[in-house]
């Protein structure tokens, strides 16, 4: 057998536990009454424990077992969970989330855990050892190697109509690796319900120190012939002895006070805990490879309608509309399975929000708001780091200390919202504070000194170009430069991150009551509608997302400021610009028939002058490759139905 | 520099060629789509079965002033270099040829022959075919091919 087969699961799901820890970790900091969460952290942590024991992850297991020591004296309310006990094991969780780290780079570093394993040490009453059952060698027939905290939980479990069973596992004498089956018997049986104890002990099974036989006690709200079935599916064990146990008497808990009972009992629908997920985990390459071939037909299908509408031929039009639907809901389904809720990227805030509050000595709330929007895959790779400086941004300029929070009549703690959400074919995403907001005159004066705009520039600005320069390089608040944020590469890598998602980011301030962020993208990133502009003999793709209007108008509307060709839409200056001429495409325009394509950065709105206007057509966005990439203005290619390349125009570095 | 096959081409009165193991496929000339603000001597981009391929004007980018019009001998060679594709003009195709190692001469061994997108020059029935550097020629680093030439030293 293989350990290295494991590896891809062992890391998921590791990585899955750890975010489970983390969460776990924050809620009972919050509601340290509520039992739910520490069973659950509990729960990660031993399966962590488990996993890497069998994966022979060493430092992994020490560490998870000691948690564990810690939180079921947590559990069992010996011990108070304090802001120090809670910061070690955050600190645990940092550690393991490093070694994992490690582990998928391959590195076989050792960390250093001497000082968690103390601290660790130090917070676990060393009294409380003995009452974690030692491992008792015979095994006897009876169920008094059931320790008092054992029995509580099957006391638990008997209120809950929970069956109880006792059974013994055989290992086959020729199985090489028995802490592999052992791991899966204990997988499996997690599944369907929960382990109350092992004899030998879990550490003695997963380091192989037994004989070929282990005993289980096992809480489950399936019968008898449902975990006969799960265990018989491992191969090379088999289960023998397997008794149901009942209390006459709960109130006489003596530990001889177990009867056994062959009956079945009946299925109970009130056992809630385990959760099924029917997913398939899938590798992002086939993901983008599906997506790739989607996108050829996609091609091919626009081809094919424009063969049938050239040549007409009627005994066509039937199979190329099937097609055209086909192909539109296969695209559908596969852009579907690349969507990923935008929860993978908020999950980490929580956490993040709280060391960060802690550090700056601040208090803060973090609200998170439509978790369950979804986003392709590629954005949610890449919109996490957007956001965690926006959010550090919120924290360490917005939030005001708490006590001139309470100076100002605001509620000590600052909230910040973050906030997601769905608008037609855009994510809205929304970075929210209720801190001191963006003083105008520190913006003025900053751009100043660090040379951003001249004293002239500054007084033809209005109040939202000023907000905007923010946005500008160089340019940051921060009168001292934090270990957090203010280093100067802030907002404006912020936006051109999302600018190069396709995306655009816009500010909205009020002094003394906060600052909004809000984030567009676009849902998906490799198909989009587009209008096809032609520009002498040139065709090109300019993205529907842009495009606020076209209008047609002749010559002499076209009036001239300070060289800049302008006109008047609706009342309002509209700068022109002759994309032929940046694009030395040759061709003018006929004087009396002008087409304007009104297009949209951030703010700003502009019109480009082209010759003609041909349709609006789904377009598949594919890159112009390393050698062409970098050309200002524009995105990509894509191939058109007659075959041809035509080039997609790139609005954001366009002006 | 070991055996190698190489597919040579003609272009201006000069005879090229590049090792076979970059070559993907040979096509005739297609429509090339202008890409504006482009190098010089990147053409355009051109759709090869729903893949958009850049292709290189090899005339613009040796500096040979004398243009050409497609005929039909044109082709267009489908380079494969470090997990890029990319398409050279070429007046003609003329063969694959087998080169044996000795007929192969490093450039710096050729006097007043300093040129960098030549990596070798290889002499075959008394003909002189210039083994080009792609690497070199589509500017994407040097050090692969730099390293091998010095430990031939």
């Not at chain 1, 929070?405 to 504070?433: C, F, H, M, P």
Request: net charge negative.
């Amino acid at each position: 057998m293989n350990k290295s087969e494991y590896m891809d699961l062992f890391i998921e799901e590791t990585r899955e536990h750890l975010q489970f820890l983390n969460e776990g970790l924050l809620q009972i900091e919050k509601k340290p009454d509520d039992d739910g969460p520490i069973n659950e952290i509990f729960r990660a942590a031993h399966t962590i424990k488990g996993m890497a024991a069998t994966m022979g992850f060493e430092q992994i297991t020490e560490i998870t077992h000691k948690m564990e020591n810690l939180l079921v004296k947590i559990r069992e309310k010996d011990l108070v969970l304090s802001t120090a006990i809670s910061d070690v094991l955050f600190g645990c969780v940092d550690t393991l989330e490093q070694m994992l780290e490690n582990i998928i780079q391959g590195q076989k570093k050792e960390i250093d855990i001497s000082y968690l394993i103390t601290q660790l040490n130090n917070f676990e009453n060393p009294v409380h050892i003995s009452k974690i059952a030692t491992i008792n060698e015979s095994i006897n027939n009876s169920w008094n190697e059931l320790n008092e905290y054992e029995h509580t939980l099957i006391v638990e479990a008997q209120k809950q109509n929970l069956n109880i069973y006792r059974f013994s596992i055989n290992v086959s004498s020729d199985c090489v690796m028995k802490s592999v089956r052992v791991f899966m018997v204990f997988k499996s049986l997690e599944g369907i319900g929960e382990i109350i104890k092992s004899v030998p002990s879990s550490q003695d099974l997963e380091d192989e120190k037994f004989d070929n036989e282990f005993t289980v006690y096992f809480v489950s709200s399936k019968d008898k012939e449902n975990i006969r079935k799960i265990i018989n599916q491992i191969s090379e064990i088999s289960l023998e002895n397997l008794e149901v146990y009942s209390y006459e008497n709960t109130e006489n808990t003596e530990k001889t006070a177990g009867g056994l009972e062959q009956e079945e009992s009946n299925e109970t629908t009130n056992y809630v805990k385990t959760k099924i997920h029917q997913t398939v985990r899938v590798d992002i390459n086939k993901l983008d490879n599906l997506m790739n071939l989607v996108g050829e037909l996609v091609i091919n299908k626009t081809r094919l309608e424009q063969i049938f509408r050239t040549n007409d031929v009627a005994s066509l039009n039937e199979t190329v509309e099937q097609i055209d639907r086909i192909t539109t809901d296969l695209q559908n389904v596969v852009m579907n399975v690349r969507m990923v809720p935008i929860e993978q990227v908020f999950n980490r805030f929580p956490r993040m929000v709280r060391d960060l509050s802690k550090e700056l000595g601040k208090e803060v709330n973090l609200s998170l708001e439509g978790k369950e929007t979804e986003l392709d895959r590629t954005v949610i790779d890449e919109i996490g780091d957007p956001l965690v400086h926006l959010l550090r941004n919120a924290i360490d300029h917005g939030i005001e200390n708490p006590e001139i929070r309470s100076g100002k009549g605001k509620n000590k703690a600052g909230t910040i919202r973050l906030i997601a959400r769905q608008e037609g074919n855009s994510v809205v995403i929304i970075v929210q504070d209720d801190g001191q907001g963006i003083s105008l005159n520190k913006i003025k004066e900053k751009s100043l000194e660090k040379g951003v705009v001249t004293n002239k520039e500054l007084e033809q600005m209005d109040q939202n170009s000023i907000l905007n320069l923010i946005f500008s390089p160089g340019f940051s608040t921060a009168s001292t430069i934090t270990d957090v944020s203010g280093r100067g590469v802030g907002l404006d890598v912020v936006k051109s991150k999302i600018q190069a998602l396709s995306g655009n980011v816009y500010v909205e301030n009020k002094e003394g009551e906060g600052t909004k962020f809000t984030i567009k993208l676009p849902l998906t990133l490799a198909i989009i509608q587009a209008l096809l502009v032609k520009l002498g003999t040139e065709i090109y793709a300019v993205p529907l997302a842009n495009i606020d209007e076209t209008t047609g108008i002749t010559d002499d509307l076209i009036k001239n400021i300070q060289g800049q060709e302008v006109m008047v839409l609706r009342g309002k200056v509209l700068p022109l610009v002759r994309l032929s001429e940046i694009f030395e495409a040759g061709g003018s325009e006929k004087p009396d028939e002008i087409y304007v394509v009104v297009v949209r950065k951030g703010e700003k709105q502009i019109g480009l002058v082209v010759n003609e206007l041909i349709g609006q057509q789904e377009i598949v966005i594919t890159s112009l490759g390393k050698l062409l990439s970098g050309i200002p203005g524009i995105a990509g290619a894509a191939i058109l139905g007659d075959g041809k390349v035509s080039l997609i125009l790139d609005v954001g570095t366009l002006f | 520099m070991e055996d190698i096959q190489i597919v040579a081409f003609r272009l201006a009165n000069e005879e090229y060629g590049v090792n076979i193991l970059n070559v993907q496929e040979i096509i005739r000339p297609t429509l090339v789509t202008r890409v504006p603000k482009a190098p010089n001597y990147l053409t355009g981009v051109i759709n090869l079965r729903g893949n958009v391929v850049p292709v290189v004007n090899l005339r613009k980018r040796f500096g040979i002033n004398k243009e050409k019009n497609n005929d039909n001998n044109t082709r267009i060679i489908i380079l494969n270099v470090s997990d890029l594709k990319v398409g050279i003009i070429v007046d003609s195709v003329t063969e694959v040829q087998q080169i044996t190692k000795e007929d192969i001469e490093e450039p710096n061994l050729i006097e007043f022959l300093d040129n960098k997108y030549v990596q070798a020059v290889a002499k075959h029935d008394n003909r002189l075919i210039i083994i080009l550097y792609l690497q070199e020629i589509l500017e994407l680093g040097s050090e692969n091919t730099v390293k091998t030439a010095n430990s031939k030293e």
